[in-house]
């Protein structure tokens, strides 16, 4: 036992002299045979020993486990139970979501997903048919899924910026400029993969422009100042300088405060009125230099127009210059062309 098959004769040849010689003989023809009780996960099939359908490996029979121990029945061997596969471990347990893979039966697959807020296209992975450890992961067919991480909306409303019409990205605000862009971080899966609050980040205000840098002592920026952006305003000649009127422009994207509008000017000249020497006649009137704090000997103002004293000949000319800058913005006139009369020489 257990093998099975005929039986054959040995013997000892009549005129043998040799104590220690075996006797002579023929193998029997032998099988080891069927097992008396079929064990767990093995089947018999027409052409031989299989394992069952839950079951997974290659089928052996034996009926002695080595060349001098034999076995009292019949074994089968190789056949082990179908294990389910385990889920694949993550590289980034918050990014990528192996739950459906869990336990995954042999011979089936399942959809690794990304985990919100992160969003792609899934992938697959499947336990091997014959998998029989129970410690074996899922194999992925085509890799992890390429995940996007898309920040949750914020929770208030930050001005200066709306929905885009696909409603799922964000632009600037009309009263913005910029590239919008959300900003927020996963804590960790220690933290269970909680989402830190968004920001949004990437606009800039449109804003008021800041006085044009012009010469304060020359120009009068009032209507200039403080330029609502996609706006003009006029730069005037500041007495006692005349000239024609200028104008600024605020761009109508203007981000910056302390940029100046783009200014047109015209050239401001310091003038007088009729009887003083001026830069153009047809401005004359426009203005005049400012009287000097004291006339000086042979000048007498007489209304508005400086005349020569009676003891003087000439023609009176008011001039006047610029002597210190913003805000003092001083200006010094002079009278001359009088002269006085004296007596001829022997």
């Given amino acids: 036992e257990p093998y099975k098959g005929s039986t054959t004769v040995a013997h000892c040849p009549p005129n043998n002299t040799n104590p220690t010689k075996i006797v002579e003989w023929t193998p029997p023809i032998i099988n080891c045979p069927v097992p008396k009780v079929t064990p767990v996960g093995y089947t018999l099939a027409a052409f031989g020993w299989v394992c069952s359908p839950d079951h997974a490996g290659a089928v052996v029979k034996r009926c002695q486990r080595s060349h001098n121990e034999c076995l009292a029945e019949v074994e089968l061997l190789g056949c082990l139970p179908k294990r389910p596969c385990v889920a694949p471990p993550p590289p980034d347990p918050c990014q990528f979501n192996v739950s459906p893979c869990k336990s995954l039966p042999a011979g089936s697959a399942c959809n690794i997903a990304c985990q919100e807020p992160c969003f792609g296209v899934n992938t697959r992975a499947t336990c091997p048919g014959d998998n029989v450890d129970a410690s074996a992961a899922a194999v992925l067919e085509s890799g992890w899924p390429n995940c996007t991480f898309r920040c949750p909306d914020p929770s208030i409303k930050i001005i200066g910026y709306q929905k885009a019409a696909d409603g799922s990205s964000w632009e600037c605000a009309d009263t913005h400029t910029g590239v919008a862009r959300p900003v927020c971080s996963i804590k960790g899966f220690a933290q269970n993969c909680s989402v830190m609050p968004t920001n949004l980040t990437g606009c800039v205000p449109f804003v008021k422009c800041a006085a044009p840098p012009v010469d304060l002592c020359i120009y009068d920026v009032t209507a200039a100042s403080?330029?609502?952006?996609?706006?003009?305003?006029?730069?005037?000649?500041?007495?006692?300088?005349?000239?024609?009127?200028?104008?600024?422009?605020?761009?109508?994207?203007?981000?910056?405060?302390?940029?100046?509008?783009?200014a047109s000017l015209q050239e401001c000249l310091l003038s007088c009125a009729e009887g003083c020497a001026v830069f153009d006649a047809t401005i004359a009137s426009l203005s005049v230099c400012p009287d000097p704090p004291v006339a000086p000997a042979g000048f007498v103002k007489s209304g508005s127009v400086w005349n020569c004293h009676e003891d003087y000949e000439g023609k009176p000319t008011l001039t006047c210059k610029r002597t210190s800058n913003y805000p003092a913005c001083g200006i010094e006139s002079t009278l001359s062309g009088c002269y006085l009369r004296v007596p001829c020489a022997a």
């Fill in 226 to 262: 403080a330029l609502a952006p996609g706006t003009s305003g006029s730069i005037r000649c500041k007495s006692p300088y005349v000239g024609e009127a200028g104008t600024a422009n605020c761009p109508k994207n203007n981000t910056n405060a302390s940029a100046g509008p783009r």
